[in-house]
């Protein structure tokens, strides 16, 4: 049943299927299904590109699409995407597949350090598109020996994918990205109900860009009822805190699913570091245990969820280049929630004030304040020169 939209949520646009996809294999079976599929356009944008395993059969995918005359345009971030083999671009190029950098180092002159392209779309023929945290590497797949970090998408079929193909367009045509205005098409939401409302976001703090970030602050502010967050990279800033705290003494339940096992040890030590201010204000927090957690998946109230690549720290709020799908739904945001609780209650571990004082000593705890501290400096490094465009 679609769901009447609160005053934040507008403008949205009507899809009509909306899925949750996990990272692994059933993703990547489905990106390559929609690249096989795909009859006039394909676009792929992703922070990290790797040609492994995963690459070269999402490599040959794209090839085989653009010798049956699809027009195939792949972006990937200059920064992440350094150890792409220039054999591996010719090999695309010369196949016919279109291949740009975001950004490449000394060669553009609006560079900003910290700005780098980390969303992850893919749209294909702008009807059916994949958004979410899942990067294109054996990491993020399911392979005979490692199993794969954990991350989310979220598949759609409907006016949504016509949006983000010209996201797309905007950032593969223009250097100066998102400066071009363009006109935002609202859709009725009463006359179907099998639709699924969803709203396009994205955040390029430089350009003027924080609708990822107001989504976060807007369940803060609206939810009655809980709250669930999963994040791989957790280190809210003061703005971020500070709503969680009213919410939390609204009587919100607040429950934040966290790496237990992170690929940036430092990122973990300051993200422990903030146990103690979370957990003495009420919020309950979760360890995924069975691998790395990369995911960005957040739950409202059983009725808004929002899937991408944002991570809830400053660098996604002040310096990437992010993109996140909300979609508003009752049905998919239960069944969403049931996914997040089984996990919740078969992968995680959860985090008490007393299970932290016993894990952690004195001096473990120092060696956390002093990772946040670093983080922070990483941080400001990393957007304190910004300027804005107009």
């Not at 570091?273 to 059983?302: A, M, N, T």
């Not at 990772?371 to 300027?387: A, D, H, N």
């Amino acid at each position: 049943m679609l769901q009447t939209a609160p005053p934040f949520l507008h403008p949205v646009y009507a899809c009509s299927q909306v899925q949750l996809i996990r990272g692994g294999k059933a993703y990547f079976d489905l990106l390559q299904q929609l690249i096989d599929t795909a009859v006039t356009s394909i676009h792929l944008q992703t922070y990290i590109f790797e040609d492994d395993e995963t690459g070269m059969e999402i490599g040959a995918a794209l090839i085989n699409a653009a010798q049956r005359g699809v027009t195939v345009q792949l972006m990937v971030d200059a920064y992440a995407s350094k150890e792409l083999s220039d054999a591996f671009v010719e090999r695309l190029q010369r196949k016919g597949v279109e291949f740009k950098e975001f950004e490449p180092f000394f060669k553009n002159r609006n560079f900003y350090f910290g700005r780098r392209l980390h969303h992850k779309v893919f749209v294909a023929d702008g009807l059916r598109s994949l958004v979410g945290g899942i990067n294109i590497s054996n990491r993020y797949n399911d392979m005979p020996d490692e199993k794969a970090w954990l991350d989310w998408a979220l598949y759609a079929e409907g006016e949504a994918s016509a949006q983000l193909e010209q996201v797309c367009k905007e950032v593969w045509n223009t250097p100066q990205l998102f400066k071009k205005k363009t006109s935002v098409k609202t859709f009725s939401t009463k006359s179907d109900t099998s639709s699924y409302l969803v709203r396009v976001r994205r955040n390029d703090w430089v350009y003027r860009k924080n609708q990822i970030s107001r989504t976060y602050l807007e369940m803060f502010r609206h939810a009655k009822s809980s709250i669930t967050i999963l994040s791989s990279y957790f280190l809210p800033g003061r703005v971020f805190r500070k709503h969680i705290e009213r919410a939390l003494q609204r009587g919100v339940q607040i429950e934040v699913i966290t790496a237990g096992n992170s690929d940036i040890t430092l990122s973990k030590n300051a993200e422990r570091y903030l146990y103690r201010w979370l957990l003495k204000r009420g919020v309950r927090i979760y360890e995924y245990q069975p691998s790395v957690l990369h995911g960005k998946l957040s739950l409202c109230d059983d009725v808004l969820v929002t899937v991408g690549s944002y991570n809830i720290n400053n660098i996604s709020a002040y310096a990437s280049i992010e993109l996140n799908l909300d979609v508003l739904s009752k049905p998919f945001a239960i069944e969403t929630k049931a996914v997040l609780k089984q996990l919740m209650e078969e992968d995680c571990v959860p985090v008490t004030t007393e299970s932290y004082e016993m894990k952690f000593n004195r001096w473990q705890r120092m060696v956390q304040w002093g990772s946040y501290v670093l983080f922070r400096f990483i941080f400001f490094l990393f957007t304190f020169y910004f300027k804005q465009k107009e």
